[in-house]
């Protein structure tokens, strides 16, 4: 049996904070944070991308404390779009959860503990999704999908998830085709057979290089998440392989810096690219 508390829920979502960041896969653009953002109807003249998605998300909060979840869903959908928004991805899932589209709901609450939570915020994460798992538990199970490198989009049949690997994602019985794919490697595609008593078990690929690649370390400033091409890689600094050429580094706003954007270019041999000082 489903247990939701509605004015709990409002309450959450009306002062949750510091969630784990989210973009998609596509890359961010390589423009200054504080560019106006272009061909968008959600942006208003001279508006900045990051700023015009903090703005939607407020409003988005306040279609919730008003009932309106529908209209609050298109707020947040139109914030994260914009920008990797932290606390948009939890609100995309809470109100993908209270309109009972569970199966949506799912990939946005398992990212939303990827973050630094109170004990009290995660518990409610962890409650909607044990409740997620239960409205799903005849017609889906759970399967972590993980890759050799990560970071890699996760496409269920048809339907592209909107988080990359590693990933836990809700399978449907039957026979499921999983695909997983990163730039610069061949994409891979395991063919899941399961069902209530034969479950799917977890997916672990290694995919084959496409293009070479080289060592990378970036470092943003103290408390800063670490995005790469539009996908959140660590936290402060984070070391991994990156194929050859331009990529762009997002580091995080902190309590002392503002969010900034860097192109990086990925030479053969040991880069490191070093951003922990910059404030702007």
Known sequence: MLVFMLSTFRRFVLTFAALVS?????????????APAQDDLNVKPGESADRAAERLNEEGKKLVAAGKYEEALD???????L??????????????YTLKQYEDAHPYLEQTLKAPLDPRQREIVLSYLDNVGQALKLSHAPVV?????????VTINTKELPFVTPTRVMVPFGTTDVTVQVAGFKPQ???VASSRMNPPKDIRVRLERDEPDAQVSARCPQGADVFVDGTMRGFELVRDRMLIGQHVVRCGKTMDSKAFERTITVRPGANAFDFSNVTQ
């Open 145 to 153: 999908v993980e890759s050799n490198p990560p970071g890699a989009t």
């Open 189 to 191: 595609t395991v063919v």
């Open 75 to 81: 707020k947040f959908r139109a914030s994260l779009k």
């Open 83 to 96: 920008f990797p928004l932290s606390n948009a991805i939890f609100n995309i899932g809470s109100m993908l």
């Open 22 to 34: 989210l973009i998609a896969p596509a890359a961010l653009a390589q423009t200054p944070t504080s």
